[in-house]
């Protein structure tokens, strides 16, 4: 936990702030925090700052809000539904890395099973969006949707504004494009991929197929890797 993220209902005056729970457990027994010591903090969707630790019983910070959180990623991204064990690090990393949004959808390959996962709930998807931010010293959360029908997605829900609009497909013979200064809208497939309808809809809504590579790529590496080369 490299930030203390911090919640309306912590605050017990206008600047200072009393923690309980998991975060408690964390700045006592890995930060060791003595009266005196400086977290990094930070109000969810909100500021960056510092808390100086008043007391241990109960813990209290006093804490100083003044730098705004990192910028994020001029990306939309859209994954069709991973396995339920590699989603939490999927939208962890996710959300470390700044993406705002993250569409989750479905697909020809994509197991009717996984959208039945407890994973997939709005308090999960939260709980590993906070420990993605809390990584990554951010505060701001991303908007993460669901999307059962992929068609009604693609000609209906997509999101709209001006983007670069593509696909990663392995066959594509061209390669995704490195150090983007636009806003980009990325598809990452299923396992195996999409199926030959779905890069037609997709083509029809303007998205460019582009390759990473020969080497199939897990969904949670493929995302790195895409991230890394456009930004």
Known sequence: MNLILLFPDDFVSENRVRLTGRRLEHV???????AGDVLTVGV?????GRGVVLSLDPLEL???LDRHPPPALPLTLVVALPRPKVLNRI??????????????INAWR????????????PDNLRAQSILGIEQSRDT???DITTHRFFRKFVEEELPPGDSRRLVAHPAATEPLPRNVSEHVTLVIGPEGGFIEAELASLDR?????????ERILRTETAIAAAVGRMF
């Open 28 to 34: 006592m027994n890995v930060h060791r925090a003595a």
């Open 44 to 48: 969810v969707d909100g500021q960056l």
């Open 62 to 64: 006093e804490v100083t």
């Open 91 to 104: 939208v962890a990393a996710t959300a470390s890395m700044g993406v705002r949004r993250l569409c989750l």
């Open 110 to 121: 994509v197991e009717k099973s996984y959208w039945s996962s407890p994973r997939l709930s």
């Open 140 to 142: 701001i959360l991303p």
């Open 205 to 213: 809504a303007g998205f460019a197929a582009v390759t990473l590579g």
